[in-house]
């Protein structure tokens, strides 16, 4: 958002690049903080905290809420900010073609992520050869880590400077 001070320049109230990378730091943290539920689970531990609902209902929420956020997320990316930067800026047409490569590749790990979560409504399952459904998961999310940093990196690499000099965000 853009402000006009008595001379009529524009000041930047917001640098947007930066606001990008708290919200990529929010999602680093809590996918930081899945992974550990998800080993704590597949090791058999018990939930932190007295009280505390057993560890695989909080990881089904708290995984299911990550996953809902990050695909609304991508998809104002896909829908309004990338088209917008887009038209603004040629220059980015080849990264924000990879970005959404990118965002396809994550969908398809966080449906994934959906699915192995909702089989821990039947409980933790650490029998079978490839340590059950509980290990599939954490692998599930080892992969949506490594996916989304790396993507997440990028994304900031190539966006930041340009949102950063920004004095309103792309079409608005």
């Known amino acids: 958002m853009a402000d006009r001070p008595a001379d009529g320049t524009a000041q930047r109230l917001v640098a947007w690049g930066d606001e990008l990378v708290r919200l990529h730091d929010g999602f680093r943290r809590d996918l930081a903080a899945l992974r550990e539920d998800a080993d704590r689970l597949r090791r058999g531990l018990a939930p932190r905290g007295r009280g505390a609902p057993p560890l695989a209902e909080q990881l089904r929420g708290h995984c299911l809420a990550f996953c809902d956020r990050l695909h ?77 940093t790396a993507h997440l990196d990028y994304e900031e690499a190539q966006l930041v400077p340009v949102l950063n000099r920004l004095t309103t965000l792309p079409g608005h």
């Open 72 to 148: 609304e997320h991508h998809g104002e990316e896909d829908t309004a900010l990338f088209p917008a930067l887009g038209a603004d800026f040629p220059e980015l047409t080849a990264a924000l073609e990879r970005l959404r490569r990118e965002h396809a590749v994550v969908a398809r790990l966080l449906a994934r992520i959906r699915a192995a979560v909702a089989e821990l409504e039947d409980g933790p399952d650490h029998d079978g050869p490839d340590g059950g459904r509980t290990a599939r998961l954490a692998d599930d999310l080892d992969r949506l880590s490594a996916e989304l």
